[in-house]
Structures are given as C-alpha cells and as structure tokens.
Nanobody, 121 residues
Framework: QVQLVESGGDLVQPGGSRRLSCAAS????????MGWYRQAPGKQRELVAT???????NYADSVKGRFTISRDNAKNTMYLQMNSLKPEDTAVYYC???????????????WGQGTQVTVSS
C-alpha cells in the first residue's frame, strides 16, 4: 500500500550535477525520517544523508559540502541535489523512509527500487 519511487539517476561527467527525487505514495498517515543510501558494486550499502520531518539534516563525511538533501512534506517527496560529482559517487542510490500507514500505530522502514548514478568521462 506504500511505495517509494526514485528517479533522476543518469550518466554524469565528473564535476557535474544531478538531482534525485523520491516520491512516496499510498495510504500514508505520516512520514518521519527519510534518507538516501547508496551501494556500489562489491560494497556495503552506506548512508548518504538523512532528513527529519522538521528538516534537520545529517550527511556522510564523503558528501558534505557537495550534496544537499531536502523534502517537500506537502508532496511526500524527498530530493538529493548532487554537485561536484566524483567517480567514487557511482552507485545505485536508494530512497528510505520511516512511514506510518493510515490505520496503523506502527512505523515501518520502506525502500525504493534504486536509481543508478554513474559518474564517468
């Protein structure tokens, strides 16, 4: 009943920029903390950035100063603005959200299907 869909991944040149989007839909009561994670081939999935419902952000050291996470609560949508991209940013980027569904007192962690970001010449 709840779905997260990422979009915006693409092939980007080093130093370029790209914005990812994550749209949540379904029978949602509220969305608490949301975050972006990424996974490169042969590596463990890692945290990129998180944002609370009130807008408090947290970033991995590797992306501080280059990436900006934001959200539009009215649209149930989260964004990741990526600037000064490096080859090591190449990964599948996943959207995560802690969501309480309508009619439920429980909060669950949901994941999107991922979107590929490739930084290469």
């Amino acid at each position: 009943q709840v779905q997260l869909v990422e979009s915006g991944g693409d092939l980007v040149q080093p130093g370029g920029s790209r914005r990812l989007s994550c749209a949540a839909s379904g029978s949602i009561f509220n969305i608490n903390t949301m975050g972006w994670y990424r996974q490169a081939p042969g590596k463990q999935r890692e945290l990129v950035a998180t944002i609370t419902s009130g807008g408090t952000t947290n970033y991995a050291d590797s992306v501080k100063g280059r990436f900006t996470i934001s959200r539009d609560n009215a649209k149930n949508t989260m964004y990741l603005q990526m600037n000064s991209l490096k080859p090591e940013d190449t990964a599948v980027y996943y959207c995560n959200a802690h969501i309480r569904r309508r009619g439920s007192i429980y909060e669950y962690s949901y994941w999107g299907q991922g979107t590929q970001v490739t930084v290469s010449s």
